[in-house]
């Protein structure tokens, strides 16, 4: 969604805890051209078949004929949060400012993990908060390859973007240091497995973790299925929650 601090202070109390994630400039900008492309000229304005390199080399002449989709074009994260056409270091400074001010945790798509594990102990969250699944990948054939080069190129283009990028990435690892890095990698890195053995879970079909589905164990991964968890369920059934619950006890004591 675009931030509009009005709209969302209508419907949202007032100690909300308010958070955003960024993504490196290079790559958000690859894939929202991507994106965008598929969606027609109507929002992007160049062919589907114009590389991000074309783009990028010939971005002067294109923003004087499309000026009209410039928000979509250019610096789209500060476009997110509610920027158009910025240009000047004084806006741009501005941006960051209004962006830490507004917002209590910033995550960095590039450090999910440790953004998560971050996240849930300034939020005093359980491990069962912060599990994910991947939606909407890409595989990685579809994705156009940026060299160092075009990389550079890019962030020029989006500078606002970058400076942001920059700003709230340093701010996390901060926060990182602040809270004990070995604490928190520790803590990341139980997220990721946790997570990935939910995924691969669900991409079989066979389980989600919460109370209303139970899942037959015998339709569970063997690997996930242990004589411990079996020895009190005569029925083999067993709740999501549960489930998630044996596995991050498991995980966490085997630290």
């Known amino acids: 969604m675009v931030w509009n601090e009005t709209e969302v202070d209508a419907v949202m109390p007032t100690n909300s805890y308010r958070i955003a994630i960024l993504r490196d400039t290079h790559t958000h900008f690859e894939s929202s051209m991507s994106y965008l ?3 027609g000229k109507y929002i992007w304005p ?3 078949n114009t590389s991000v390199n074309d783009f990028i080399n010939n971005s002067d002449d294109i923003m004087k004929i499309h000026f009209s989709g410039k928000a979509f074009m250019q610096n789209l994260a500060c476009y997110e949060f509610g920027f158009r056409n910025v240009q000047s270091l004084k806006q741009i400074n501005h941006i ?3 962006v830490d001010s507004k917002f209590d945790f910033i ?3 590039e450090y999910f993990d440790i953004s998560l594990a971050l996240l849930r102990r300034e939020l005093n969250w359980e491990f069962s908060d912060v599990i ?3 939606l909407n990948v890409r595989r990685e054939v579809a994705r156009e390859i940026i060299d160092d080069d075009l990389k550079l190129k890019i962030r020029k283009f989006n500078n606002a973007d970058w400076m942001l990028y920059n700003h709230f990435n340093q701010s996390l690892w901060r926060r990182v240091e602040e809270a004990g890095y070995l ?3 520790e803590d990341a890195d139980i997220i990721h497995n ?3 053995l939910f995924e691969d879970m669900c991409n079989q079909g066979t389980f989600y973790w919460n109370n209303q589905f139970n ?3 015998y339709n569970l991964h063997p690997q996930l299925v242990t004589q411990e968890l079996t020895n009190d369920k005569e029925d083999k059934t067993i709740t999501g929650d549960l489930y998630l619950k044996y596995l991050i006890n498991s995980t966490i004591n085997r630290r």
Do not use: A, D, G
């Open 46 to 48: 160049t062919s589907s």
């Open 132 to 134: 994910y699944n991947h």
């Open 37 to 39: 492309h598929s969606k």
């Open 215 to 217: 899942c037959n164990l």
């Open 107 to 109: 995550m960095i798509t």
């Open 96 to 98: 960051i400012n209004y």
């Open 183 to 185: 604490n928190i990698k």
């Open 194 to 196: 946790l997570s990935k």
